[in-house]
């Protein structure tokens, strides 16, 4: 870049030089011929080789020009791929995030209904129990009133199978004693408990 900015410089002074000692001889010495032509043979050299400078220049800044746009392009692609990974990325995400949810929606609903389910089974197995546990009460009282009523009539065969033993001793005793006479001995006052288990 410095050697193609020297050239460019040193071919302008040389040219300028050139073309100013080209005229001055033309009008100085119009008749050295030679020598304006070898001038004018510098003046063109170095005119060719101000263009080819210039051209070279005008090249390279267009080159540099290209080079920055392709390099923006590149940029912009760049920022493009990656502003388009990530939107796919967060499409992904998001697609994702909702995949998740609905399948905790789906979870949750099935939850419910088992949940529902439990509570529906569990209120028919308390009521089963409390109908067994009222028929249970109502067994057990039958049988009570039964065993009650049992022991109550026991208790009255009890009763009165002592009372019936208690007067043969006592008629017993009397035989044995010699008291006894039937029709003026009154057993009453022994038959007293036997209208009570009646």
Do not use: W
């Not at 101000?50 to 392009?73: C, G, M, P, R």
């Amino acid at each position: 870049m410095k050697g193609k900015s020297s050239i460019l410089t040193i071919s302008a002074v040389a040219f300028i030089a050139a073309l100013l000692v080209d005229i001055y001889l033309i009008f100085a010495y119009p008749s050295s011929i030679e020598l304006i032509i070898a001038i004018s043979l510098i003046v063109i050299v170095d005119t060719y080789f101000l263009v080819d400078a210039i051209i070279d220049k005008v090249d390279q800044i267009v080159s540099l020009n290209i080079d920055k746009q392709n390099e923006l392009t590149k940029v912009e692609k760049g920022i493009y791929s990656i502003a388009k990974r990530e939107e796919v990325s967060r499409n992904q995400s998001m697609s994702a995030l909702l995949d998740i949810i609905m399948e905790f929606k789906e979870d949750n609903s099935k939850l419910q209904t088992e949940l529902m389910n439990q509570d529906a089974l569990l209120t028919k197995l308390q009521i089963k129990k409390e109908i067994d546990n009222t028929s249970l009460i109502v067994n057990s009282n039958e049988r009570l009133a039964i065993l009650i009523a049992q022991m109550a009539t026991s208790n009255a065969k009890s009763q009165n199978e002592a009372i019936e033993i208690l007067n043969d001793i006592c008629k017993e005793l009397e035989q044995r004693n010699e008291k006894l006479n039937e029709d003026n001995n009154d057993y009453s006052h022994l038959r007293v408990m036997q209208s009570k288990a009646e």
